[in-house]
Each structure stands twice: as C-alpha cells, then as structure tokens.
Nanobody, 116 residues
C-alpha cells in the first residue's frame, strides 16, 4: 500500500524559510516521479515543483522559481521541498504526490502559513 506522509509545515514570517518532507513507503521510491502541490483556501490545487527519477531533472512553477528547491533522497525514500524567501501568497496546504507506472498517490497535506 502506497503511503505518503508530509511534515515540516508551520507558521513562518514573510522572508523566512521552511523545509517540507514527504516520507514514503509501499513502492519502489527510486522509480517514481515525485511532486509537490499546494491548495490555498478557496482556490484549486496547483503544481509547485517536481523531480523525476533522475534527481537533477526538476521543474518548478513560475511563482516559486528561485525560491523553492525540490530534492530527493532515494536512500531515505523521502522527497523534500526547501522553501526560502516565503511570501504571504505561499500560504496553503502542501501535498506530496508520487507518480509511478501503476499508481498516482497523495499524502494528507501539511499546512504552511506565512504571516507576521
């Protein structure tokens, strides 16, 4: 059974940093593409960042380019999202996604609130 567990969310001031983690189990992590999405109140879920099976194959939403970094540790079956220079508009629930040959699974989400 595929399981994704996000952690690392919280309250941070504008300009601050957070690192989200998504720990996985139930599938061969190195064969899956991993992504982060977010959903703000009253808005649709949107793509944030993705990393392919090859760790240097990354993609970002324009809104986070230069501020967020996605990276994976295949030895720990974990994907991370390093978020720097946070803005109030980054406030959302952040979700981890794993996409493989026969699955497309989501975590439960972790809340990130950027406020002074």
């Amino acid at each position: 059974q595929v399981q994704l567990v996000e952690s690392g969310g919280g309250l941070v001031q504008p300009g601050g940093s957070l690192r989200l983690s998504c720990t996985t189990s139930g599938f061969t992590f190195s064969t899956a593409a991993m992504s982060w999405y977010r959903q703000a109140p009253g808005k649709e879920r949107e793509f944030v960042a993705a990393v392919g099976r090859i760790a240097d194959n990354t993609n970002y939403a324009d809104s986070v380019k230069g501020r967020f970094t996605i990276f994976r540790d295949n030895a720990k079956n974990t994907v991370y999202l390093q978020m720097n220079s946070l803005k109030s508009e980054d406030t959302a629930v952040y979700y981890c996604n794993a996409f493989g040959g026969d699955f497309n699974s989501w975590g439960q989400g972790t809340q990130v609130t950027v406020s002074s």
